[in-house]
């Protein structure tokens, strides 16, 4: 099964106090689903025009897993915190399946 990752980048955040509250609320509710928290904050370098905002990357055992976090009541609540605070993009991906490497005579 491939793992499930959720990524987010931040376009603005109006009130980085209620963000902190958010995220006080939030860890929890993803790490109750197997989040793990792989890299979090503005990029070290940006490419091809894209914008220097903050992300967030979250592995967890399968997209499912991903979803329920997401969908859950507790993650729920913390979103709404974040209404008329924060302009984000939310995905969820698929990880990539781990295949051999290729042989020169493949």
Known sequence: MSKGYWITSYRSVSDPTVHSKYAALAGPAITAFGGRFLARGMPS??????PDQRCVVIEFDSVDDAVAAYESPAYQAALALLDGVAQREVRILE?????APVEAND
Do not use: I, K, V, W
């Open 45 to 50: 370098r940006t490419f091809e025009n894209a």
């Open 95 to 99: 990880g990539a399946e781990e295949q």
